[in-house]
């Protein structure tokens, strides 16, 4: 079994199926965004947790590592193009770490949308 399948169940077992039928982590980075608004609105901390975990094992691989470029480009960049998640971004990040993926975040966003997202941001 590969590591991230092994690290991704470990941190989301409710999703067991999903993940064990998944292609890439990137499969599996599309479920847990899947439900990642409900669980800012539901403050299910848990979950919110386990995000943020399976995202720092990620990105703290080689960063030509298809587990580094899923979070990147199968996590980041949708959720900074989805607006929805903008007044969330200061439960997964901190200003540290925002600075660091703000690029990415921001990948598919005009200047003004990124002014706007960091405005989200930074108002928590």
């Given at each position: 079994?590969?590591?991230w399948?092994?690290?991704?169940?470990?941190l989301?077992?409710q999703?067991k199926?999903e993940?064990?039928?998944?292609d890439?982590?990137t499969d599996?980075?599309?479920?847990i965004?899947?439900?990642?608004?409900?669980?800012f609105?539901r403050?299910?901390?848990?979950?919110?947790?386990?995000?943020?975990?399976?995202?720092s094992?990620?990105?703290?691989?080689n960063?030509?590592?298809?587990p580094?470029?899923?979070?990147?480009?199968g996590?980041l960049?949708?959720?900074g193009?989805?607006?929805?998640y903008?007044?969330y971004?200061?439960?997964?990040?901190?200003?540290?770490?925002?600075?660091?993926?703000?690029?990415?975040?921001?990948?598919?966003?005009?200047?003004?949308?990124l002014g706007e997202m960091?405005n989200?941001?930074?108002?928590k």
């Amino acid at each position: 079994m590969s590591t991230w399948r092994r690290k991704a169940l470990e941190l989301f077992p409710q999703f067991k199926q999903e993940i064990e039928e998944s292609d890439s982590p990137t499969d599996v980075w599309f479920e847990i965004e899947g439900n990642l608004i409900n669980a800012f609105k539901r403050s299910d901390d848990d979950f919110i947790k386990s995000v943020k975990q399976y995202f720092s094992w990620s990105v703290a691989t080689n960063d030509c590592s298809i587990p580094h470029q899923s979070a990147t480009c199968g996590f980041l960049e949708n959720i900074g193009y989805r607006k929805e998640y903008w007044p969330y971004l200061n439960m997964l990040f901190t200003h540290q770490q925002f600075k660091i993926y703000k690029t990415t975040l921001g990948y598919s966003l005009s200047k003004e949308k990124l002014g706007e997202m960091e405005n989200a941001f930074y108002e928590k």
